[in-house]
């Protein structure tokens, strides 16, 4: 009985259809593979926060690898890049969810949705565009949404490599990350990330701030 049900699962993992890295991910694997699981356990955070959703929009999809761990605890995801390189590297057998390109710094979009999440994108961000971006992602939440910011931090970027170093043009304190948030909502709760490990603790000291915005300012 043992051996049938061996074979039974044997059977099972060859039948599995395969996922392939998009081209930021697989940099990641390949440079440290453990950032890798860093970066999926933010979309864990996501997923407990938004768990039984209706809509959600991911902004800043990238190849949308991480984005099926959010997709399997709402109802509906879809998926927003503002880079069309980023389509294209999207794996449809990783996840099936409408993804289409949109600039957040040029207008918002006409449909609303219950949860809106970014995650290591706004420090990618001009800070000369940021208030409109986030104006606009704001105007596409409905009366009651919620939104996620998820980016690292200030503090972390001496160790950052030199690669992100690059395109990081805009991270901020925890500090700072509330500020801007709070011109938006009347509520803005900021949790810290270490490693794969989530915490309210000292935020200087965190790798990785997250802002969870509630209550949108009139």
Known sequence: MKIDKNKKFIKHMNTASSVTLGKHLSESWTRDPKHL???L?????VSKMFSGFKNVLEVGAGDGFGSRIVSEVVSNLDLTDNEILNLKHYDKKNIKTPYFIHNFCEKKLKKKYDGIYLLDVIEHIDKRSEKIFIKNIVASLNDNGVLIVGTPSLESQKYASETAKI???NCKTADQLKKICNNFFERVFIFSMNDEVLHTGYHPMSHYIFA???IRKK
């Open 41 to 45: 356990s933010r979309y864990k955070f």
């Open 212 to 214: 969870l915005c509630t």
């Open 167 to 169: 395109g990081h043009v």
């Open 37 to 39: 699981v860093f970066t």
